[in-house]
T-cell receptor
Framework: DAMVIQNPRYQVTQFGKPVTLSCSQT?????MYWYQQKSSQAPKLLFHYYDKDFNNEADTPDNFQSRRPNTSFCFLDIRSPGLGDTAMYLC???????????FGQGTRLTVV | QQQVKQSPQSLIVQKGGISIINCAYE??????FPWYQQFPGKGPALLIA?????SEKKEGRFTISFNKSAKQFSLHIMDSQPGDSATYFCAATVTGNKLTFGGGTRVLVKP
């Protein structure tokens, strides 16, 4: 049974058209992460939530935002996607203070 | 000082052979060293992890060797199988902080 579920699995969006990716978890973990992974690269942390506290990485573009309405759900909003935002977006969870142990299947985003 | 250097970038091994992936770090504050396995089109999965108070940890065919003085750690995949073909990432962190990933190693196990 999937424990971290990401939707959609694949998303194609036009340059500049806002897009929202979603993540849900059944683990009741208090920490949720969003990573960006480009082809043949390691995942790069965009931000994470520790409970309701939002923690943004210093180099995450302002174009990327996130919402966590409750423990189970987290959203990644890309306000004006550029071609360089084409990537796999990964959601992960952990129970603080352990590092992420459970990743979702990812959403492969293509910006055209 | 936050870097984790991983080698090789890619590895081809025959079925039944041993795959060895090495990682080196600089930050002596790191206290948790996980390895992730990622199949194409999937998210990473935590494979095995070690803390610096032990020199070796084994889970099935996967073994982490840790050398604290050399600031190096490695993953050994014994009796490699075609189903082990994947990209492997080492990582390091100070507990409670974000992961620092290595660059990844693409492993191909030939039948």
């Amino acid at each position: 049974d999937a424990m971290v579920i990401q939707n959609p699995r694949y998303q194609v969006t036009q340059f500049g058209k806002p897009v929202t990716l979603s993540c849900s978890q059944t683990l009741n973990h208090n920490v949720m992460y969003w990573y960006q992974q480009k082809s043949s690269q390691a995942p790069k942390l965009l931000f994470h939530y520790y409970d309701k506290d939002f923690n943004n990485e210093a180099d995450t573009p302002d174009n990327f935002q996130s919402r966590r309405p409750n423990t189970s759900f987290c959203f990644l909003d890309i306000r004006s996607p550029g071609l360089g935002d084409t990537a796999m977006y990964l959601c992960a969870t952990s129970r603080d203070p352990t590092p992420p142990a459970f990743f979702g299947q990812g959403t492969r985003l293509t910006v055209v | 000082q936050q870097q984790v250097k991983q080698s090789p970038q890619s590895l081809i091994v025959q079925k039944g052979g041993i795959s060895i992936i090495n990682c080196a770090y600089e930050n002596t504050a790191f206290d948790y060293f996980p390895w992730y396995q990622q199949f194409p089109g999937k998210g990473p999965a935590l494979l095995i992890a070690i803390r610096p108070d032990v020199s070796e940890k084994k889970e099935g065919r996967f073994t982490i060797s840790f050398n604290k003085s050399a600031k190096q750690f490695s993953l050994h995949i014994m009796d490699s199988q075609p189903g082990d073909s994947a990209t492997y990432f080492c990582a390091a962190t100070v507990t409670g902080n974000k992961l620092t990933f290595g660059g990844g190693t693409r492993v191909l196990v030939k039948p």
